[in-house]
C-alpha cells in the first residue's frame, strides 16, 4: 500500500538557517505530491504541491521536487522566521487508488527561534 | 478554494455522550472528508461523506461510533457517539474541489476532550 515517511521532529532552528525537512514515499501507482503545514490552533493548509516527477512546487519561500529516481519530496527553505513555527505534513494522492484519498505521514515540527 | 467553517471549534465532553461536528462549505463540492487527527499523531482518513447516500468508512471505522449526515453538496456532520476518552483528538472536515488528485482543504477543525 501508500505510505509516506518523513524525519522525525522536533527540529529546532534559529532564524535565517536553512531547513530541509526529509520526506520519502512508496507508492504503487504515479502519486501527486504535497507538503501541507499546521500553525498552532489551525487547521491544516496547502503549502506546495507536485504532480510529476521533477515537478517544483514553490509556495512563501519553500520548495520541494518530485524526484521519481529516489522517490522522495524534501522540504527546504532557505532562510526560516519565527513565523514558520509550525507542523509540516507530507502527503501523497495515487491516481491509481480509489477516489480521493490522502495518505499523510507522521508530522515534522518546525521550531524557529531568535 | 473553498471556504470551510466547522463547528463547535472546540469542546469538553463527558464519556457516554455524543457530540455532532458541523462543516459548511462556501460552495458545491463533490468530495468531503472526514479526519482524525489524535494527538502528536498524523491524520487518519475516517470516511468518505456521500452526499444522498451513506458514508464510505475507513477500516477499522464504523458508521455507529462515526454516523456522518450529508444532505446536500455544501454541508456534513459527523457525530462522535458514546465518546470516551480515548476519542479525544482533533477532528478535521476537508473537501475537494479539483481533480482527482487534486489537493484537500481543510477546515480548522474540532479540538474534542472527553473527560
Known amino acids: 500500500g501508500n505510505s509516506v515517511t518523513q524525519m522525525e521532529g522536533p527540529v529546532t532552528l534559529s532564524e535565517e538557517a536553512f531547513l530541509t525537512i526529509n520526506c520519502t514515499y512508496t507508492a504503487t501507482g504515479y502519486p501527486s505530491l504535497f507538503w501541507y503545514v499546521q500553525y498552532p490552533g489551525e487547521g491544516l493548509q496547502l503549502l506546495l504541491k507536485?504532480?510529476?516527477?521533477?515537478d517544483k512546487g514553490s509556495n512563501k519561500g519553500f520548495e520541494a521536487t518530485y524526484r521519481k529516481e529516489t522517490t522522495s519530496f524534501h522540504l527546504e527553505k532557505g532562510s526560516v522566521q519565527v513565523s514558520d513555527s509550525a507542523v509540516y505534513f507530507c502527503?501523497?494522492?495515487?491516481?491509481?487508488?480509489?477516489?480521493?484519498?490522502?495518505?499523510f505521514g507522521t508530522g515534522t515540527r518546525l521550531q524557529v527561534t531568535l | 478554494s473553498a471556504v470551510i467553517s466547522q463547528k463547535p471549534s472546540r469542546d469538553i465532553c463527558q464519556r457516554g455522550t455524543s457530540l455532532t461536528i458541523q462543516c459548511q462549505v462556501d460552495?458545491?463540492?463533490?468530495?468531503m472528508f472526514w479526519y482524525r487527527q489524535q494527538p502528536g499523531q498524523s491524520l487518519t482518513l475516517i470516511a468518505t461523506?456521500?452526499?444522498?447516500?451513506?458514508?464510505?468508512?475507513e477500516s477499522g471505522f464504523v458508521i455507529d461510533k462515526f454516523p456522518i449526515s450529508r444532505p446536500n453538496l455544501t454541508f456534513s456532520t459527523l457525530t462522535v457517539s458514546n465518546m470516551s476518552p480515548e476519542d479525544s483528538s482533533i477532528y478535521l472536515c476537508?473537501?475537494?474541489?479539483?481533480?482527482?488528485?487534486?489537493?484537500?482543504?481543510f477546515g480548522n477543525g474540532t479540538r474534542l476532550t472527553v473527560t
Open positions: 460552495s458545491q463540492v463533490t468530495m
Open positions: 476537508s473537501v475537494r474541489t479539483g481533480g482527482e488528485n487534486s489537493p484537500l482543504h
Open positions: 507536485a504532480t510529476k516527477a521533477d
Open positions: 461523506a456521500n452526499q444522498g447516500s451513506e458514508a464510505t468508512y
Open positions: 502527503a501523497l494522492s495515487d491516481r491509481t487508488g480509489t477516489a480521493s484519498k490522502l495518505t
